[in-house]
């Protein structure tokens, strides 16, 4: 939520830490594909390609669906 309230309000410096941070976090759980996204958010707002940023929120708005979908009790694990 805070990469799109950033992207809304034109703050590429702020879509750039949220994304690093997002990345990082991702990569720590072996999240890959999340990873690589925030990548991608992390290097369209340090470059003059901010009218990507929404389209690549997007992606990532639909990953952790995904992701959310595979695992709803949030603990990446099989149920007690």
């Known amino acids: 939520r805070h990469i799109q309230d950033a992207v809304a309000a034109q703050d590429r410096e702020s ?3 949220h994304a690093h941070s997002l990345k990082s976090a991702a990569a720590t759980v072996g999240l890959e594909k999340l990873s690589a996204l925030a990548l991608r958010v ?4 340090l470059a003059a390609a901010g009218d990507n940023l929404p389209a690549l929120c997007k992606l990532i708005e639909d990953e952790i ?11 990446g694990g099989e149920r007690p």
């Open 15 to 17: 879509v750039r830490r």
């Open 42 to 45: 992390e290097q369209a707002a």
């Open 65 to 75: 669906r995904l992701l959310q979908e595979r695992e709803p009790d949030g603990r």
